[in-house]
């Protein structure tokens, strides 16, 4: 454990990087929080049905997108992970405008993958999944 610590100062001292200690505590409702803090981010909500346009709670929704100036200057695939509340939906915050990867996985229900481009804030995404096809 020690040598694991020691390896990454020794790499964030060499990196010229200064590293911030990041703390999660209570959130506050803000007027402020309703409207992204970047103008190059949006938040999404996405509402997730079946095919008789019931909601689908608990089921797993990924969102991938590219992040720029990961190692080496090259862009990197970021992920984020939600579960749908029960009323099918899901707010996401600050995703990067541009091309995202939607997935979404629930028990017996086909899985769903998509890619959305993503221009404005605020954007409702709506998905049907469908019931898989009954074998013998």
């Known amino acids: 454990m020690l040598a694991g ?3 990454f100062a020794i790499c ?10 990041v703390t999660s505590g209570p959130t506050t409702a803000n007027p402020q929080d309703t409207k992204a803090s970047d103008p190059d981010t949006t938040r ?4 997730v049905t079946n ?8 089921a797993s929704v990924y969102l ?10 090259k862009d990197k695939l970021a ?7 029960d009323d099918g939906t899901v707010k996401v915050p600050n995703v990067p405008v541009g091309k995202v990867l939607i997935q979404v996985v629930a028990k017996g229900l086909h899985t769903y993958g998509k890619w959305y481009d993503i221009a404005k ?5 709506t998905i ?9």
């Open 79 to 85: 992920e984020m992970n939600f579960k749908t509340n």
């Open 12 to 21: 964030v001292a060499r990196a010229g990087t200064k590293v911030t200690s």
């Open 128 to 136: 049907k999944l469908e019931r898989p096809a009954h074998w013998y």
């Open 51 to 58: 095919s008789d346009d019931k909601p689908v709670g608990n």
């Open 64 to 73: 991938r997108f590219n992040e720029a100036g990961g190692f080496m200057r």
């Open 121 to 125: 804030d605020q954007d409702t995404i």
């Open 44 to 47: 999404l909500k996405i509402v």
């Open 5 to 7: 610590f020691l390896l």
